[in-house]
């Protein structure tokens, strides 16, 4: 079609672009309105709540019974006794144990065979097991670090009931001559073997913290997970009412109306007569309405709508 014959059909009534601009006018029905909306009342939050341990094996000090620690073949100790998990599945202390700054993970105090002429070796069962930390009442004085020095303070003021345990250890020697073992491994090797054993079953004396009823003290664990605090809110739409035809984007112009996108692109042409484009302005004004967001976008095309 030549500018000629376009011209000509602008200046006819605009019966194809009102029957366009009525179509539009029944799409954008919004009359209706959401009518029912679910909401949160959200919460304050709250903190996470700390209680007592579970006391598992401990709960009985009469029955008590380690638990087997295999032929030795492991490098870690089995120490399943010892642990418990709070409400995050994190690993936790099922006894008391005093609140220092530990090298490692300590789960109990023990004391373990002595390797000095004279005192106890007191230190903790940890992952790769006994750690010594003193060696407490030895006639040759020896000085305390900070850590020692509270590690054994804190020891003297509580009261423990001691239960035998075995953990596996390099061979142990006191004043050179060796301690035995119940076991060793590699079984059918020991001191005087060659190779030599690597490790022996030694007995440890666990101690356990009791209160002066004698049950024990167990540790403060989270019990309770931290609830964050969520402000009120509307949740979700749960109904609506004629809202008009669910497919309407409504978007930019719909470009794909060919009417619609000829009439801007005659517009803005440089070719387009002035009575030809006053009619175009015409046709855009009465589809777009004023301050509806398709005139907002006709403005932005350089279309001057008022």
Same mark, same amino acid.
């Given at each position: 079609?030549n500018?000629?014959?376009?011209?000509?059909?602008?200046?006819?009534?605009?019966?194809? &672009?009102? !029957?366009?601009?009525?179509?539009?006018?029944?799409?954008?029905?919004?009359?209706?309105?959401? @009518?029912?909306?679910?909401?949160?009342?959200?919460? /304050?939050?709250?903190?996470?709540?700390?209680g007592? $341990?579970?006391?598992?094996?401990?709960?009985?000090l !009469?029955?008590?019974?380690?638990?087997?620690?295999?032929?030795?073949?492991?490098?870690?100790?089995?120490?399943?006794?010892?642990?418990?998990?709070?409400? /995050?599945?994190? $690993?936790?202390?099922?006894?008391?144990?005093p609140?220092?700054?530990?090298?490692?993970?300590? %789960?109990?105090?023990?004391?373990?065979?002595?390797?000095?002429?004279?005192?106890?070796?007191?230190?903790? &069962?940890?992952?790769?097991?006994?750690?010594?930390?003193?060696?407490?009442? +030895?006639?040759?004085?020896?000085?305390?670090?900070?850590?020692?020095?509270?590690?054994?303070?804190?020891?003297? $003021?509580?009261?423990?009931?001691?239960?035998?345990?075995?953990?596996?250890?390099?061979?142990?020697?006191?004043?050179?001559?060796?301690?035995?073992?119940? !076991?060793?491994?590699?079984?059918?090797?020991?001191? /005087?073997t @060659?190779?030599?054993?690597?490790?022996?079953? %030694?007995?440890?004396?666990?101690?356990?913290?009791?209160?002066?009823?004698? @049950?024990? &003290?167990?540790?403060?664990?989270? @019990?309770?997970?931290? &609830?964050?605090?969520?402000?009120?809110?509307?949740?979700?739409?749960?109904?609506?009412?004629?809202?008009?035809?669910?497919? %309407?984007?409504?978007?930019?112009? $719909?470009?794909?109306?060919p009417?619609?996108?000829?009439?801007?692109?005659?517009? +803005?042409?440089?070719?387009?007569?002035?009575?030809?484009?006053?009619?175009?302005?015409?046709?855009?004004?009465?589809?777009?309405?004023?301050?509806?967001?398709?005139?907002?976008?006709?403005?932005?095309?350089?279309?001057?709508?008022?």
């Open positions: 079609m500018t000629y014959q376009k011209a000509i059909r602008y200046t006819k009534p605009l019966v194809e &672009i009102d !029957e366009k601009i009525d179509h539009l006018d029944e799409m954008m029905t919004t009359s209706g309105m959401y @009518t029912q909306v679910a909401t949160d009342p959200g919460n /304050d939050g709250s903190p996470p709540v700390f007592k $341990a579970p006391l598992g094996d401990f709960g009985d !009469e029955s008590f019974s380690w638990a087997d620690q295999g032929d030795g073949s492991s490098s870690s100790a089995t120490l399943g006794q010892l642990k418990t998990s709070d409400v /995050d599945g994190d $690993a936790q202390l099922v006894l008391s144990m609140d220092l700054d530990y090298p490692s993970t300590a %789960y109990a105090m023990a004391f373990a065979p002595s390797q000095a002429v004279s005192g106890n070796a007191l230190g903790y &069962i940890g992952d790769s097991g006994f750690v010594f930390v003193y060696q407490i009442n +030895n006639v040759f004085s020896v000085p305390r670090s900070e850590f020692q020095d509270a590690f054994v303070k804190a020891y003297e $003021a509580g009261g423990f009931v001691q239960k035998p345990i075995t953990l596996w250890h390099t061979l142990i020697y006191r004043v050179n001559q060796p301690v035995q073992p119940s !076991e060793f491994y590699p079984a059918g090797r020991n001191f /005087d @060659t190779p030599q054993a690597e490790k022996g079953l %030694y007995t440890y004396q666990l101690l356990i913290p009791v209160r002066t009823d004698g @049950t024990p &003290i167990e540790n403060e664990i989270k @019990t309770t997970a931290e &609830i964050p605090a969520r402000p009120r809110s509307v949740s979700s739409v749960v109904s609506r009412n004629d809202l008009g035809d669910p497919n %309407y984007y409504p978007g930019p112009i $719909a470009m794909d109306l009417t619609l996108q000829e009439m801007i692109q005659e517009y +803005n042409s440089p070719h387009t007569p002035a009575y030809m484009k006053q009619n175009i302005i015409r046709g855009l004004d009465s589809w777009a309405k004023p301050g509806s967001r398709n005139r907002r976008t006709l403005q932005g095309l350089g279309i001057p709508l008022v």
